[in-house]
């Protein structure tokens, strides 16, 4: 099939690359032609796993081209899908000029029938507004409009794509659900299901999965805040209820918050498009709440110990990415907990093992940045925690204990054991567990 993929951002790279994984014909346009020309040339422009090698193969192949042209893009694609930023602007609403943009200009240059497909995550009844764009200078008979949200996780996008749990596709028309079944059939070959619903219903499917595992977590930080209050373990309590099919194990790890482009963007928009239509999300509004205060909820925990002054303090920090196997830094914990610790006059020694560039270009000589984990400790009077990297889940131990000033670690990401660390002569502080 011959696919038009409108903006090369992170969905749009993972989409545009695993449909042509898949032997379709894809053409990425992006109006930076900056970034088009590195692609061109190989160049992933983003840090995803494994998504270079298919991005290479494909690009070798002929199947995945990139052009700065929208007219070029589309004119011989039979699925254009509209993979455009929606920032939230700053009410918290999504921001849909770029999409509403391009369905105008798609509105003008579309001569032969198109299936346009919204994959950013947008706002019940975007749909309805990306058809009246075109209609307002295309036939109807011309276009058919699909929501089919994406539910990529970092780190894991290209798996998650190659291999989904579901795929959502949100149409009225019959003609646009064939060309779409038919797309996505390589990819359910297990037999996990296409979900055929009405466009609203699949647009608030994507913010309600995001709000819903967002609001498990939140619940889960605020069970691991009282543990600590009543002495009672919260490992043993997430396994404890994990282990009951209806709530499941997955997403029940607490920590300092969640973070990332998504979750806090798609919660504040759907609370936002809630009270907009009249429904007040109380739920969300606590999520929301609760997480801004987990972000720096190890920041009090590190004054009590050392008694209220940091100052002169040198802190090591462990992770600045939002989550493991990413660069991204958006709404990062580390962020909330450099800002504070700065506030303190600490000294902060920081090591991720993607994310550095993103920090630095943020804090300049605020913060000293280093190579590798095991010199981010040197004359560290304390280490904090921030990202679960699996290369921070089995240190040198012995070294840490000669390297350090002292032997303490406050950990928000629960890595290692209470009991090891205690015999290890450790203060080791984490999230709702015991001392
Ligand atoms: C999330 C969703 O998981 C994807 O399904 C969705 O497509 C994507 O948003 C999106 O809307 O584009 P992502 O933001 O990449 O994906 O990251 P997640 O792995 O879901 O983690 C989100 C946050 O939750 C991270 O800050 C992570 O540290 C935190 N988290 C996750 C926890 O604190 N505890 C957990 O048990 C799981």
Redesign the pocket.
């Known amino acids: 099939m011959k696919i038009a993929v409108v903006g090369t951002g ?2 749009g790279l993972v989409t545009g690359t695993c449909f042509a994984e898949t032997g379709n014909h894809v053409v990425c346009v992006d109006i930076d032609e900056n970034k088009v020309n590195k692609m061109k040339n190989g160049v992933v422009p983003i840090y995803e796993p494994h998504l270079d090698v298919l991005f290479e193969r494909n690009i070798k192949q002929g199947r995945l081209e990139f052009t700065t042209s929208l007219n070029d893009a589309i004119k011989d694609a039979k699925i254009i899908f509209l993979a455009l930023p929606t920032p939230p602007d700053e009410d918290g609403s999504a921001d849909l000029s770029y999409i509403l943009g391009v369905a105008d200009d798609l509105g003008k240059i579309i001569t032969d029938y198109k299936v346009i497909v919204d994959k950013s ?1 947008v706002p019940v009844g975007t749909a309805d507004k990306v058809t009246a764009a075109l209609a307002a200078n295309l036939s109807t008979d011309l276009f058919d409009v699909v929501s089919n ?9 290209v798996d ?1 794509f190659l291999k989904p749990d579901r795929v959502v596709i949100g149409t009225s028309s019959e003609k646009a659900k064939k060309v779409m079944g038919d797309l996505y059939k390589p990819y359910v070959r297990q037999g996990n299901p296409i979900i055929f619903m009405d466009e609203k219903s699949a647009e608030l499917t ?1 913010y309600a ?2 709000s819903f ?2 609001t ?2 939140t619940f ?2 605020e069970i691991a805040n009282f543990c600590e209050k009543v002495g009672a373990d919260v490992d043993m309590v997430r396994i404890g209820i994990g282990s009951d099919s209806r709530i499941g194990k ?14 806090p ?2 919660v504040q928009a759907l609370a936002k498009s809630g009270k907009e239509f009249g429904y007040d999300f109380q739920i969300l509004d606590s999520v929301m709440d609760v997480n801004e205060k987990q972000k720096t909820i190890i920041v009090p925990k590190i004054k009590d110990f050392f008694k209220g002054d940091l100052k002169g303090k040198t802190i090591a920090l462990w992770g600045l990415a ?2 493991p196997d ?1 660069d ?1 830094i958006r ?3 580390a962020l909330y907990i450099i800002n504070e610790l700065l506030e303190e006059g600490a000294t902060i020694v920081a090591f991720d093992p993607e994310a550095m560039e993103n920090v630095k270009s943020k804090y300049g000589d605020k913060v000293t940045f280093v190579e590798d984990r095991d010199s981010a400790i040197v004359n560290a009077d304390a280490l904090v925690i921030a ?2 990297w699996q290369v921070f889940r089995n240190p040198d131990f012995d070294l840490m204990a000669e390297k350090m000033n002292q032997k303490v670690i406050f950990d928000g ?1 629960n890595l290692y054991d209470t009991q090891e660390m205690k015999e290890l002569g450790f203060y080791y502080n984490s999230i709702g567990r015991i001392l």
């Not at 949200?149 to 996008?157: C, S, T």
């Not at 997955?250 to 979750?263: Q, T």
């Open positions: 992170y969905v995550t949200p994406e539910f990529l996780r970092e780190g894991y996008a998650d994507k999965a995001n595992l967002a498990k977590i889960m930080n997955r997403f029940l790890f607490p920590g300092i918050g969640y973070g990332g482009s998504c979750f963007k798609d939002f989550k990413t991204d709404e990062a914990p990202t679960e990401r």
